[in-house]
């Protein structure tokens, strides 16, 4: 049984940097995909950025060279670092995982993550 806690979420002027972090909890799986997704209101949950077990990133579009997925050297806990944030980054902000290794065209569909955290809020203002 996985638990995800996010945190990081706060405010920033545009161009600023925040850290966002996932810890996990009740990890016993080898094999673990993770991901960030986040919703804007009124706005479907996108995927953002992935990793898998081997280490290798997705990232959405809209967020490439800018954010950077990572994993700590336990494993536990996952990051999100977010440069040069922009107000259409404004969104909860969720923490994603599934227990199984899983083709890289599939990781940012929402629809296949098992654990879901609660979501932290992220402000971008202009």
């Known amino acids: 049984h996985v638990q995800l806690v996010e945190s990081g979420g706060g405010s920033v002027r545009a161009g600023g940097s925040l850290r966002l972090s996932c810890a996990a909890s009740?990890?016993?799986?080898?094999?673990?995909?993770m991901g960030w997704f986040r919703q804007a209101p009124g706005k479907e949950r996108e995927g953002v950025a992935t990793?898998?077990?081997?280490?290798?990133?997705t990232y959405a579009d809209s967020v490439k060279g800018r954010f950077t997925i990572s994993r700590d050297n336990a494993r536990v806990t996952l990051i999100l670092q977010m440069n040069n944030l922009k107000p259409e980054d404004t969104a909860s902000y969720y923490c994603?995982?599934?227990?199984?290794?899983?083709?890289?065209?599939?990781?940012?569909?929402?629809?296949?993550?098992?654990?879901w955290g609660q979501g932290t809020q992220v402000t971008v203002s202009s």
């Open positions: 009740g990890y016993t799986y080898s094999c673990l995909s």
């Open positions: 990793i898998d077990s081997d280490g290798s990133t």
């Open positions: 994603a995982a599934v227990p199984t290794a899983l083709p890289w065209y599939f990781l940012l569909r929402r629809d296949i993550y098992e654990y």
